[in-house]
């Protein structure tokens, strides 16, 4: 597809277990991000990888979360032991390489809507 | 740190007429960018408009502009014409030129146009 493309877009699931989500960016877009928003509430970074570079992790809220990029394509944000705090919608984005000067845009996916019951 | 503040949590303006959206920020940096998000009920978030703080000159795309006050720390979005399409949160964000790639964004303010 021409977009970045997310699934599942909706997911329920208990408190405890444990949920995959993944994230297919645009073909050649060596910059992937993810977000969450909470309800109400601004995107929250959370991860960002480029190329082979080592993830900028700095906004993972705790060990339970953790992502994966696999080919330096598709990520997979892992969440364990689900807590009901961390229904959200989780939002991937993918860009072009970062470079000195100039921005390369970051285009969105539609999110997975996360319900912890 | 740096930080996005957007005041409004909702805006509502008659269809045709001009609104203008708030937002504010702090950094330390002295080279950044500044954008406009659209989200609509699709969740997708959709590049509205994008400031370089290294120009002076306000961006414009079509019936958007921003208010970009440096000193000030200041970005407002002016959205002229209104259209029930433009209907939608909108998200101010910040990113530095040179570091780290992350978006740092508001709160958001809910617009709501008036037929």
């Known amino acids: 597809g021409a977009g970045v493309s997310q699934s599942p877009s909706n997911k329920v699931t208990e408190k405890g277990k444990d949920v995959e989500l993944r994230c297919d960016p645009i073909?050649?877009?060596?910059?992937l991000y993810w977000y969450r928003q909470s309800l109400g509430q601004g995107l929250e970074f959370l991860i960002y990888f480029q190329g082979n570079s080592a993830p900028d992790k700095s906004g993972l809220p705790s060990d339970r979360f953790s992502a994966e990029r696999t080919g330096g394509s598709v990520s997979t944000l892992t969440i364990q032991r689900t807590q009901q705090e961390d229904s959200a919608v989780y939002l991937c984005a993918s860009s072009l390489a970062p470079r000195d000067r100039g921005d390369q845009p970051q285009h969105f996916g539609d999110g997975t809507r996360l319900s912890i019951l | 740190a740096q930080t996005v503040t957007q005041s409004q949590p909702e805006m509502s303006v008659q269809e045709a007429e001009t609104v203008t959206l708030s937002c504010t920020y702090d950094t330390s940096e002295s080279d950044y960018y500044l954008f406009w998000y659209k989200q609509p009920p699709s969740r997708q978030m959709i590049l509205v408009i994008r400031?370089?703080?290294?120009?002076?000159q306000n961006a414009t795309e079509n019936r958007f502009s921003v208010n970009f006050q440096k000193a000030a720390k200041s970005f407002s979005l002016k959205i002229s014409d209104s259209q029930l399409g433009d209907a939608a949160m909108y998200f101010c964000a910040y990113r530095v030129i040179q570091g780290a790639q992350k978006l740092v964004f508001g709160q958001g303010t809910r617009l709501t146009i008036n037929p």
């Open positions: 073909s050649g877009h060596t910059a």
């Open positions: 400031q370089e703080a290294y120009k002076q």
